[in-house]
């Protein structure tokens, strides 16, 4: 019912940050000279331009064609995972982080498909240089881990962790049912009960008397 909007939202939030990762590089490529660092390379943070051949963080440089089929297998493995956790969980913060990361992804892919490396240009100590959409990508990773943590290990507490069963909000409005935990149908003998039904009859174990 809500679902298009929040689609949508998702969609725009993956060409802002994509438009940003090109707008960025492409602001470097156009001012600066490669190996041109402001303010200086000695400084701890600074904007150096280098072409970057490997993958994030200038990791594994010199193998352009396989990470180009490595890199389009993981964002279409990334894709349907985007839109199957849309579709079955929905929950924003799993659903930003994959953004991010098919965002930071397809940025990287356009410069390795086009130039045959990727343009890197933030230099902070003596960490690699790296570049905006290699902050998306450890962003959404680090996003999904919160959710895998935090959220995600309370839904199976809450839902499995004492006997009952969890049903969402969305669920219950959809299809009007309620569920019983384990634990009380254990205490006084009830089954499932549904909404739809105009006179639900609750149904024990006793057995009938002699009378």
Same mark, same amino acid.
């Given at each position: ?6 689609? *949508? *939202? %998702? ?10 990762? $090109? ?40 193998? +352009?064609?396989?990470? *180009? ?5 993981? *964002?279409? @493995?990334?894709?349907?995972?985007? &839109? ?5 969980? $929905? ?27 990727? &343009? ?26 919160? %959710? ?17 069963? %969890? ?6 409005? $959809? ?6 935990? /384990? /634990? /009380? ?7 499932? @009960? ?6 639900? +009859? ?10």
């Amino acid at each position: 019912m809500k679902s298009k909007p929040y689609f *949508i *939202i %998702y969609l725009a939030m993956f060409a802002v940050l994509l438009w940003f990762d $090109r707008f960025t590089k492409n602001l470097v490529m156009t001012n600066m000279q490669v190996g041109d660092a402001i303010p200086s390379a000695e400084s701890f943070f600074s904007i150096r331009y280098t072409l970057n051949t490997g993958v994030s963080f200038s990791m594994l440089e010199g193998h +352009t064609e396989l990470l *180009i089929v490595i890199q389009i297998v993981l *964002i279409v @493995v990334v894709t349907v995972a985007c &839109v199957f956790t849309y579709v079955k969980l $929905r929950h924003p913060v799993l659903q930003t982080g994959l953004c991010w990361i098919v965002s930071g992804g397809a940025g990287n892919l356009v410069d390795r498909v086009t130039y045959g490396h990727v &343009v890197d240009f933030i230099s902070v100590g003596t960490f690699p240089v790296w570049n905006f959409a290699d902050m998306c990508v450890v962003g959404g990773c680090i996003l999904i881990a919160i %959710y895998i943590l935090r959220v995600h290990s309370k839904h199976e507490r809450d839902g499995s962790g004492d006997g009952s069963f %969890y049903v969402s909000e969305e669920e219950h409005e $959809r299809d009007g049912s309620f569920s019983v935990s /384990e /634990e /009380e149908h254990e205490r006084d003998g009830s089954f499932y @009960v549904s909404e739809e039904d105009d006179s639900p +009859t609750k149904l024990t174990d006793t057995a009938p008397s002699d009378e």
